[in-house]
């Protein structure tokens, strides 16, 4: 059984920096595309950014490039996020997901591509 759970959300002033980590168990890690997305109040859920299960290839949304960084751990199962320089409109539910095993540098973008997702968790961009 997949189970992927994100932390590190909380509330944090503009300008200011946070850092969510998704852990994954019941699968072989490695092998999985990641993603990160976002989902504010009212609007659709967007993906923030990907990486491919080697870790070499990345994206990022437009409205978070520069600012955020993805990166993972496959020795420790885990992905992150490091988020700096918030914006109050980057107040969300952040989750993860996963991929279905694929090729090892490939980025997954489409949100109906990921089959696993996490519970979600909370960040708050104060101005």
């Known amino acids: 059984q997949v189970q992927l759970v994100e932390s590190g959300g909380g509330l944090v002033q503009a300008g200011g920096s946070r850092r969510l980590s998704c852990a994954a168990s019941?699968?072989?890690?490695?092998?999985?595309?990641m993603g990160w997305f976002r989902q504010a109040p009212g609007k659709e859920r967007e993906c923030v950014a990907s990486?491919?299960?080697?870790?070499?290839?990345?994206y990022y949304g437009d409205s978070v490039k520069v600012r955020f960084t993805i990166s993972r751990d496959n020795a420790k199962n885990t992905v992150y996020l490091q988020m700096n320089s918030l914006k109050p409109e980057d107040t969300a539910v952040y989750y993860c997901?996963?991929?279905?095993?694929?090729?090892?540098?490939?980025?997954?973008?489409?949100?109906?591509?990921?089959?696993?997702w996490g519970q979600g968790t909370q960040v708050t961009v104060s101005s």
């Open positions: 997901a996963t991929s279905p095993p694929g090729p090892p540098n490939r980025v997954v973008r489409a949100i109906g591509e990921y089959v696993y």
């Open positions: 019941g699968h072989t890690f490695s092998t999985n595309a």
């Open positions: 990486i491919s299960s080697s870790g070499a290839n990345t």
